[in-house]
């Protein structure tokens, strides 16, 4: 198979954890609960955590690079674990994938070294290993999570490996194959209740849609995807979800409701500081209203790329 590395934004826009997936979040393997937490590892954890949270990539990076180095100084391998595998979270959110790799290749050495259980990390190599194009390795990776003895996944990691493997399905064009994994994570999403994963449910039947040509449907299941990460407050998540959802109208020539997902897109962008980002989705959004010709929807979303702009010093 020819190796097809995906741009990081499209993996996680049609995946949903990250992409982040996807990503159990900065959570990572369990620390062992016997040991006391050494209170500069805990500082350092805690603040790559809000980092994390806020966005600030970078800055989460420094802060768990710094409990990394504490965790070995400590010699403490559930430590280690736990600081690599949030580092790996981080380098996937910058598109570093080889230094991600690495991380979780350390945090698996060493979670695996205390018989602890490596199913998290096996599920987010698989991911890595699809964003790298590399989608047999990602395959086997994800079965490994159901299979392996050191893996004791929870019903919420089963139900990520099915959604990953259907996704790695529309990565080459099977929607049968595709579909026939949506219908095992649909029989696990009813144990669990987890709005981001019935989200990702969502985001995994619009495509099966898009690869049908099957547009309106795909568009109705990313708005739904666009509700469920509202409510889980999940917003820079629900942006994409809203793109693809626009993407799928425009293919429907339902230029309207295509120019309304773009337009809320910006707002909610240009919201969370995004302002170059915001403007291209802006103009994406005035491109649709004008092909509708709805003179009051291109009113509004000038009066939002106005305001961006200004904010933006253009």
Same mark, same amino acid.
């Given at each position: ?119 998290? @990390?096996?599920?987010? !190599?698989?991911?890595? =290993?699809?964003?790298?194009?590399? &989608?047999? %390795? $990602?395959?086997?990776? *994800? ?24 996704? @790695?399905?529309?990565? !080459?064009?099977?929607? =049968?194959?595709?579909?026939?994994? &949506?219908? %095992? $994570?649909?029989?696990? *999403? ?19 849609h898009l690869i049908k040509n099957e547009h309106i449907l795909a568009a109705r299941e ?6 469920? &990460?509202?409510? $889980? ?16 109208y425009l293919r429907a020539d339902n230029y309207s409701l295509a120019a309304d997902r ?53």
């Amino acid at each position: 198979m020819k190796k097809r590395t995906l741009p990081l934004a499209l993996a996680i826009c049609l995946c949903g954890p990250a992409f982040y997936l996807m990503l159990p979040g900065c959570a990572g393997p369990m620390p062992d609960t016997r040991v006391e937490i050494d209170s500069e590892f805990s500082r350092s954890m805690t603040a790559g955590r809000l980092a994390f949270d806020q966005g600030l990539i970078e800055q989460a990076v420094r802060f768990y690079q710094q409990a990394l180095r504490r965790a070995r100084a400590m010699d403490n391998a559930a430590q280690i674990g736990d600081a690599a595998y949030n580092l790996a979270a981080c380098w996937i959110r910058l598109n570093q994938l080889e230094n991600a790799r690495n991380s979780l290749d350390e945090a698996k050495t060493e979670i695996s070294g205390i018989h602890g259980n490596i199913a998290e @990390i096996q599920l987010v !190599e698989a991911k890595v =290993a699809r964003l790298q194009g590399h &989608l047999k %390795k $990602a395959l086997m990776l *994800a079965d490994q999570v159901l299979s392996s003895q050191e893996s004791k996944p929870t019903e919420d990691l089963r139900l990520q490996v099915y959604l990953l493997r259907g996704q @790695i399905a529309c990565d !080459e064009g099977d929607a =049968a194959q595709a579909l026939k994994e &949506l219908q %095992k $994570a649909k029989s696990i *999403a009813r144990l669990v209740s987890n709005p981001p994963l019935q989200a990702d449910i969502s985001a995994l039947a619009g495509r099966i849609h898009l690869i049908k040509n099957e547009h309106i449907l795909a568009a109705r299941e990313f708005d739904s995807e666009t509700r469920l &990460l509202r409510n $889980a407050k999940r917003y820079p998540r629900m942006v994409r979800a809203l793109q693809n959802a626009a993407e799928a109208y425009l293919r429907a020539d339902n230029y309207s409701l295509a120019a309304d997902r773009f337009f809320r897109a910006a707002r909610s962008t240009f919201a969370q500081g995004q302002n170059s980002t915001a403007i291209k989705l802006g103009h994406l959004a005035l491109a649709a209203a004008k092909k509708a010709k709805d003179q009051s929807v291109k009113i509004r979303v000038q009066n939002l790329l106005d305001e961006i702009e200004a904010a933006s010093g253009q």
